[in-house]
């Protein structure tokens, strides 16, 4: 992208001359006789110097060698078409052509599992995207921390704890599967019945004035919800840097909160305390009985994270639904002046079933991750029984994962195993099928790919398609990396696939009598098998060597 980034600059160079700063931004072309398109100078059509920057822009493009051909339309949107020769060295330096100028601390909170509950469908976006945009942010060159932030501390866990005292169990006869069933029936106890409530309260209190004996309960709760989390996440193959949680930070709220309403920051309201940031609903900073809420755990978290480690920007990948909360906390990170760094909400939608409703269990709890595995996992081996099981856990992982991030992340979806499944669809089968025949092609060569060059001149159509959508890669994953929305890779690998399958389906490529073409074809697939490669490590998603 070197040459196109240095012709952009020339671009706005001359526009900050004739009109003021603008930034242009390159667009894959709506035209399919075009790779990109520059839609800036649409906007400046009726402006009195635009006849001066068409003349201008059309010398400067003319000029440009990346550019093989190129059209400023009547209502002036530029399409260009690359040069492809000027690009193709590009292919062997891909991953250091990705890497920015100003590497950054980059902390990814995702995950945000809770005590008591398993991982469930509703944890599934968050892993996909949060382990995506990792790899992603790591690829570009960036220090990346991620943190799971467990929700371990508060009223969930006090009321998990009194059911046990009120119904005798010993703590030491809890396992995973009956700590599960209590979760649901203590929060039930706790809206419905007072007297429970008042012993909850009773409980959490004690566990914030860190009461030893709840505090060995709750350290017993913790460890048995880690290892089933732990084992969930393995099989996901997801990994975390930091084990983190609410628990971590309750000792700073105190001091936190003092210091605020020293510094004029709160004030009480009802016994509450209220931020003085005018906003509309007011935030709440703690609640009237003086508990502590969501916010004032996630602000306290603020704190600890800028003590222990430079970060340079958070993000938080946690459902949309959380809109309102994330807004008042970045409001008051800056308002408290916490911290003057980035902090952005990465929101996503959710997964729903064929009605559209949140995807359920039968019995209407939300599903766990470690049962829609073993669904997706019995359904992949019902379609291939031959596949080893390495395989078809990798391909179980593909599907949960490429059916989720093709998606883009604001948008709801309906899971559709027999759509997700499908080999010939817009699924992670698909891609991983390309690469297996893309392998097992250059396998069966036996040549050197990597002592062969390209012969652009000899390019038949479905050659030039792949290689010129090749040469995308950097535009693509550049605008996940921007807008942090994994779905241009997805999309794009789908592409790629699609391409690589016309190339090889139009003829037996390994029988073409014609070296040059057939020499192309192959180093084009050695490309492919590099970009693909490339795109899975983006997505999360580990290829598979057979199937
Ligand atoms: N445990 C939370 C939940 O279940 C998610 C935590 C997200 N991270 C955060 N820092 N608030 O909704």
């Not at 009956?178 to 029936?185: G, R, T």
């Not at 883009?408 to 997700?420: A, S």
């Not at 050695?526 to 490339?534: D, N, P, T, V």
Request: charged share 25%; net charge negative; hydrophobic share 35%.
């Amino acid at each position: 992208m070197y040459q196109l980034i240095k012709l952009i600059k020339n671009l706005e160079d001359e526009l900050q001359e004739l009109i003021g700063p603008e930034s242009i931004s390159l667009r894959i072309s709506n035209n399919p006789n075009y790779d990109y398109q520059i839609n800036n100078l649409v906007k400046f059509q009726n402006h009195e110097k635009i006849k001066n920057i068409e003349n201008s822009f059309y010398k400067i493009i003319d000029k440009e060698s990346s550019i093989k051909k190129f059209e400023i339309t009547d209502n002036y949107f530029i399409n260009l078409e690359i040069n492809i020769e000027t690009f193709t060295h590009n292919f062997d330096k891909i991953r250091n052509n990705i890497k920015v100028q100003n590497p950054q601390t980059v902390l990814l909170d995702y995950g945000g599992p809770n005590i008591g509950k398993p991982l469930h469908v509703g944890h599934l976006r968050s892993l996909n995207i949060g382990r995506s945009l990792y790899r992603i942010y790591e690829l570009a060159g960036h220090n990346v921390l991620s943190d799971i932030h467990m929700g371990d501390w508060g009223m969930p866990i006090a009321q998990i704890i009194s059911y046990i005292d009120q119904n005798k169990i010993g703590i030491d006869d809890i396992n995973i599967d009956s700590l599960e069933k209590i979760y649901p029936k203590a929060s039930n106890l706790y809206l419905e019945d007072n007297e429970f409530k008042e012993l909850a309260q009773a409980n959490n209190k004690m566990l914030n004035e860190n009461n030893s004996k709840i505090i060995k309960k709750w350290k017993k709760l913790r460890e048995i919800s880690i290892e089933s989390i732990k084992d969930t996440l393995q099989v996901l193959n997801q990994q975390f840097d930091l084990w983190m949680g609410e628990s971590d930070v309750n000792h700073l709220i105190p001091g936190m909160i003092k210091k605020l309403k020293d510094d004029g920051k709160i004030s009480l309201d009802d016994g509450a305390y209220v931020s003085n940031f005018i906003s509309e609903p007011k935030i709440l900073i703690t609640k009237s009985d003086g508990s502590y809420l969501y916010l004032t755990t996630d602000l306290a978290t603020v704190l600890n994270r800028t003590k222990q480690n430079k970060v340079d920007k958070t993000l938080y990948i946690v459902d949309k639904r959380q809109k309102l909360h994330f807004e008042q906390l970045i409001k008051s990170i800056k308002y408290f002046e916490f911290s003057d760094k980035e902090y952005q909400h990465i929101a996503f939608g959710t997964v729903n079933d064929s009605n559209g409703n949140p995807y359920k269990t039968r019995e209407g709890d939300a599903k766990k991750l470690i049962d829609l595995f073993e669904e997706t996992s019995l359904k992949i081996k019902q379609i291939n029984k031959d596949l080893d099981d390495d395989t078809n856990k990798l391909l179980a992982n593909t599907v949960l994962t490429f059916s989720d991030l093709k998606t883009n992340r604001m948008t709801d979806y309906k899971f559709d195993l027999d759509k997700f499944t499908n080999i010939s669809g817009k699924t992670g089968i698909y891609v991983q099928y390309a690469l297996v025949r893309a392998k097992k092609l250059l396998n069966n060569a036996s040549i050197n790919t990597s002592a062969l060059n390209l012969n652009i001149r000899d390019f038949d159509e479905s050659d030039l398609k792949l290689t010129r959508e090749l040469i995308k890669f950097e535009y693509f994953f550049n605008l996940a990396l921007e807008n942090n929305e994994p779905h241009h890779l997805a999309d794009y690998l789908y592409e790629l696939s699609n391409l690589f399958n016309s190339m090889y389906q139009n003829e037996n490529i390994l029988e073409n009598e014609n070296e040059i073409v057939k020499f192309n074809k192959l180093k084009i697939t050695e490309y492919f098998i590099a970009y693909s490669s490339l795109l899975m490590e983006c997505l999360g998603l580990e290829p598979v060597e057979e199937m």
